[in-house]
């Protein structure tokens, strides 16, 4: 390999400098001329019909900007996969924090008087909060049946193997739904009016997606409408299809008020009530095995819960049954998926996408069979994982050379896994209350779009020479806290050769940067640095053609250069467009092919310690042993598994939305259990560099992979602890932890 | 921020003498403000019933944490922090300090008052237990003068105190403890840090000649106000250490399910409750029996 100037070296953030001294402009911290705040109405029921809007006595109604649905200019729904979430309730109510009313006024602490004086006539008609119930179309509350999509990947024949197997293991799974829990809530300002347009500046992931909702919304032309990131405080997932809503909201307000501009950001509660979160799941497993462990038949059947509208439930869904068999060999595999609609806030993209469900149940599922079958979790695993030539439950063929066994050993060994197993064995048949358990997971996460999403996205992305002898970085790929300024910099920087302070990004502004995609699917470098890369290639032979650049040249000689090109040409820009890589296919229809260009692989191994007083499970030590290509940034990687990791034990063991009649009860940081540095070790992160051939200095995606395996590993580690197999749901709360083993307690008294 | 700014008033008197006339004066209207680390989330949220505070944090005279040979009185406006960091209770009453430690984050110990967890009156609050433990005393105060309250009588219900609206909380008074002597203290949270209790739980024993001559339960977030066990305090309280085995210890626990009464919220269930309360007696109760055999 040859040395590199940028790649594979830890570089600082681009932004960091202004985020740690306070400079960056986050949406909240932007006071505009004449600016109003805005602040929404929700319905307060669940389902109904809305029959009429009541202005309270005490306000002086006249001061304010009043919207409904019916001073919508344009599409009532917002743009995404389908039209079918209003932005306002015309006269149906979905879900007990659907949109109603808009106000605006200068004054905030009358406006939040002005809120709770607006009363809502509902209607009530029978809710749907439970999956089952909805898949049962108990009521019909969404199109004919309540599915929002229905997917089903099959491969060989399951139902011929039943009879003759070694060993038939069924199993049910449950994850429950978690908030992305951003440091910094959804906010958007807009300025409208009929003559400019629309303007909106926002803490969001995707620029575009808002883009396309604000032309719907308000039937504009592409060129009439204007998307500007502000700098944003964390999104995974959370800000990629709401902010549409918010920023649809701002400038409907904006345009009634005249085009004074109109911010709207929501307070902690609002946002962890009425945003999208991760979907609930149900996985039913029915596997067989031969005598030896070899995995004969995977039937699965897969269901999300995808509250009241569409939204991305089709793509989460989507990726969830990709990844429901897990990382195995298996001839006979039927994955049946459905996501169903129920009256709670719609759920939306969480890191992850559906992965997490998917795979926590087949990871959970495959140590449940172990203890069925008496056999040791780590062998059955090693009779069945991919090598590079098998194929996925969708037929794709591994062509990477893949050393899974290797993976998981790796992990293990970090682990001390032997030694602590043996160590575990003395310290539980003693009489203390404490029980200690390894457990891991082993698992893959696609890298970009699924299926034909990139070549049907066609992103486009570039760079440009800048008077001052700079290159900017054009691309709509959003910084949120994941390092994409610093990485796409070092990308290009490493192409051209020059220190890292001669490439900037651009900020991502709908007017000034291409379409290069959403910032999301774990696609940015991977994808995005790709075409920047290709982008950056172009541009050098440009200037090397020009004559202007001759090489070797430094920093200072490749600055005159881009000057000496401008000064005589104008301007200086490249761009790169996404091509599939070669023998990529895919078909959408029978979801059969390539679901991935490739993937990220990884083993996560952790030690747990069971309070069997209080039923609390500590994590003790935790191994995330992963390949993702080539690594770019090593500090920006760990950061990033690191915090995925976090993440993933909150997922596994105390992040829970506690739902009342379709509302989140816990709205508050207080009582929705994210995880702090007391209840999380040190995270050991290891990488196994394999370079992809495909990706920018042959990088993977590398975003989503952590949030995959910390839940299933914990649990495992808690069977291992506990001797039993019964804990299947997440997060495993100790009160639930507590009312299983009374339940064994009840069921098998003798097992005590 | 949904709490009415414009509306609020906040008076900052400069005396104790001051404040107290003006309690008595409009009898019921001024909120006492102290740290406002509780107050400050209702009015975040737009949900407290007060929009007029009289603001204690001037008040000198109800600082210091003052000792004798028999006592150790903290002003009303001891802080968390200042309770943490004081040797004499490290020393002699280890679970105020343990309280003082697993009481919101650091920010908020720094200004939040023993005073102000008190008169709250959350039954989720984490000091109540280690002052029932160790039977302390408030002080309230009115401009007809002052009276000593002990702290079990203190709330009455559900966020309801024995407080007269013209009085205030001047100092909690508490024994210091003599002999041989056993102090336990477990917050059972939500995690690890910043977290509300779903059980909390501190005792304070006393052995004499063998037997259990002194035995105090307080418990936290098992009933509508913070509560002192009696029961079960009333079957450890007098035995003989020799005779506390495993059989005594789950009558203990049985005892202790039937003192309590919790409740299922957002943040845990009264079966979880009613079954960590007593798993953690037992464990409280093992590690005593270990302690005064040792001794």
């Known amino acids: 390999m040859n040395p590199s100037l940028h790649i594979g ?38 389902r109904g019909i809305l029959k009429g809007i009541e202005f309270g006595e005490g306000i002086p109604w006249d001061e304010f900007v009043i919207v409904t649905a019916k001073d919508v200019p344009g599409e009532l729904n917002v743009a995404l996969i389908e039209r079918d979430q209003p932005f306002l309730a015309l006269d149906r109510i979905n879900h007990p924090e659907e949109p109603v009313v808009l106000l605006a006024h200068a004054d905030r602490y009358l406006l939040e008087k002005a809120r709770a004086a607006v009363h809502l006539d509902i209607e009530p008609l029978p809710p749907l909060f439970d999956l089952e119930e ?69 803490s969001l992931q995707c620029p575009y997606y808002v883009h396309t909702a604000l032309k719907a919304l308000f039937n504009l032309p592409d060129d009439k409408v204007r998307v500007i990131q502000m700098e944003t405080g964390g999104g995974f997932g959370g800000k990629e299809d709401y902010p549409s809503l918010i920023a649809g909201h701002a400038a409907l307000l904006s345009l009634k008020a005249g085009g004074r501009p109109v911010k709207i950001v929501y307070d902690r509660e609002e946002d962890m009530v009425a945003t999208t979160k991760r979907h609930p799941s149900r996985t039913r497993i029915r596997s067989a095995f031969d005598a030896e462990g070899r995995l004969l038949a995977l039937d699965i059947d897969f269901a999300l819960d995808g509250g009241a509208y569409l939204t991305l439930s089709p793509v989460v869904l989507s990726r969830g049954a990709i990844h429901a068999g897990g990382p195995y060999r298996c001839p006979n595999t039927s994955i049946r998926a459905r996501a169903a609609a129920t009256n709670t806030p719609p759920h939306g993209a969480f890191r992850g996408f559906g992965a997490p469900q998917s795979l926590f149940a087949i990871e959970r599922h495959m140590d449940v069979a172990a203890a069925q079958m008496g056999m040791d979790p780590i062998a059955l695993r090693k009779q069945n994982l991919l090598r590079m030539g098998d194929a996925t439950a969708t037929g794709q063929i591994i062509k990477e050379n893949v050393d899974l066994p290797g993976l998981l050993d790796h992990a293990l060994e970090k682990l001390d896994y032997s030694a602590k197993k043996e160590n575990h064995r003395i310290h539980n048949a003693s009489l203390g209350p404490i029980k200690k358990g390894l457990g891991f997971a082993i698992f893959m996460h696609g890298c970009g779009f699924t299926g034909s999403g990139e070549s049907y996205l066609a992103s486009v992305a570039g760079v440009e020479g800048r008077a001052d002898g ?53 696609r940015t470098t991977m994808v995005v640095g790709k075409l920047v890369q290709e982008a950056a290639i172009g541009l050098r032979q440009t200037l090397i053609q020009s004559g202007f650049l001759k090489v070797p040249y430094d920093g200072e000689g490749f600055s005159s250069a881009v000057k000496q090109y401008i000064a005589k040409n104008d301007h200086l820009k490249a761009y790169s467009q996404y091509n599939t890589p070669p023998q990529i296919v895919w078909d959408d229809q029978l979801y059969k092919g390539d679901a991935y260009t490739t993937f990220a692989w990884a ?32 500090t920006l990687a760990e950061g990033q598994i690191e915090g995925g990791v976090a993440q993933g034990i909150g997922y596994g063991l105390s992040e829970q939305v506690v739902w009342s009649k379709g509302r989140m009860a816990n709205g508050q940081m207080t009582n929705y259990i994210m995880a702090t540095s007391m209840d999380i070790p040190r995270i050991r992160v290891y990488f196994e560099e394999n370079p992809y051939p495909n990706g920018p200095g042959g990088a993977k995606g590398l975003g989503e992979l952590p949030m995959d395996g910390p839940a299933p590993a914990l649990l495992n580690a808690v069977q291992d602890a506990l001797g039993t197999s019964a804990p299947r749901e997440i997060p495993l709360t100790p009160e639930r932890l507590m009312d ?7 069921l098998e008294p003798s097992n005590v | 921020m949904r709490g009415q700014v414009p509306g609020c008033t906040v008076h900052t008197p400069t005396t104790l003498i001051g404040a107290l ?22 009015f975040a949220a737009g949900v407290l019933p007060f929009s007029r505070f009289l603001n204690l944090w001037g008040l000198d005279e109800l600082r210091g944490i003052e000792t004798t040979s028999d006592s150790v009185s903290l002003g009303a406006l001891t802080t968390y922090a200042e309770i943490r960091t004081h040797p004499l209770i490290a020393a002699e009453l280890p679970n105020l300090v343990q309280s003082a430690w697993v009481t919101g984050a650091m920010a908020i110990q720094n200004r939040g008052t023993l005073a102000g967890n008190i008169a709250n009156g959350s039954p989720a609050a984490d000091t109540p237990p280690s002052l029932l433990a160790y039977g302390a005393e408030v002080q309230l105060q009115s401009l007809a003068g002052s009276r000593w309250v002990p702290y079990e009588n203190f709330h009455t219900g559900y966020k309801q105190t024995v407080m007269l609206p013209e ?129």
């Open chain 1, 9 to 46: 070296h830890s570089r600082i953030r681009k932004e960091g400098r202004a985020k740690v001294t306070g400079e960056a402009q986050y949406t909240d911290d932007v006071r505009m001329e004449y600016m109003l705040y805005g602040v929404t109405v929700r319905s307060s029921v669940p």
């Open chain 1, 134 to 202: 909805s898949l049962a179309c108990k009521e019909v509350i969404w199109g004919q049946d309540n599915l929002f999509k229905k997917i089903l990947i099959e491969k060989g024949d399951v139902d011929s193997v039943w009879a003759g197997a070694a060993h038939v293991v069924e199993g049910e799974y449950k994850t429950g739904s978690q908030e992305q829990l951003y440091i910094e809530p959804n906010g958007a300002i807009a300025v409208a009016n009929a003559e400019a347009g629309v303007t909106v500046w926002g």
């Open chain 2, 21 to 42: 006339e003006i309690l008595f004066a409009e009898k019921g209207a001024w909120r006492p403000l102290a740290g406002g680390t509780d107050l400050m989330v209702l």
């Open chain 2, 167 to 295: 009085e205030l909380i001047t100092r909690i008074r508490v024994w210091r403890p003599k002999g041989d002597n056993f102090h336990f203290f477990r917050k059972v949270g939500t995690r690890k840090a910043q977290a509300i209790s779903k059980v909390c739980l501190a005792a304070y024993a006393r052995a004499e000649e063998g037997r259990v001559a002194e035995f105090r339960l307080g418990m936290g977030s098992v009933a509508p106000v913070p509560m002192r066990a009696l029961t079960t305090e009333m079957l450890v309280q007098g035995q003989a250490i020799e005779e506390l085995d495993g059989q005594f210890i789950a009558g203990a626990k049985l005892a202790l399910m039937e003192d309590i009464r919790p409740i299922d919220d957002i943040r845990s269930t009264a079966s979880y409750r009613r079954k960590v309360s007593a798993n953690v007696l037992g464990q409280l109760l093992e590690e005593m029996v270990e302690r005064f055999k040792r001794a």
């Open chain 1, 470 to 522: 700079k290159v900017h970085v054009l691309a709509a790929s959003t910084e949120m806290g994941q390092g994409a300024n610093t990485i796409l910099s070092q990308v290009v920087a490493e192409v051209l050769k020059v220190p890292l302070e001669y490439v900037e990004v651009v900020r991502p502004d709908t007017a000034l940067v291409p379409d290069s995609g959403p910032t999301v699917a774990s």
């Open chain 1, 603 to 634: 083993c996560y191994a952790a030690e747990v310690a069971v309070d069997t007083r209080t039923f609390e499970v500590k994590v003790e030590d935790f191994v995330a042993f992963q390949e993702v290509g080539r690594v770019l940034n090593p």
């Open chain 1, 740 to 746: 299983l083993l009374d339940l064994m307690d009840f």
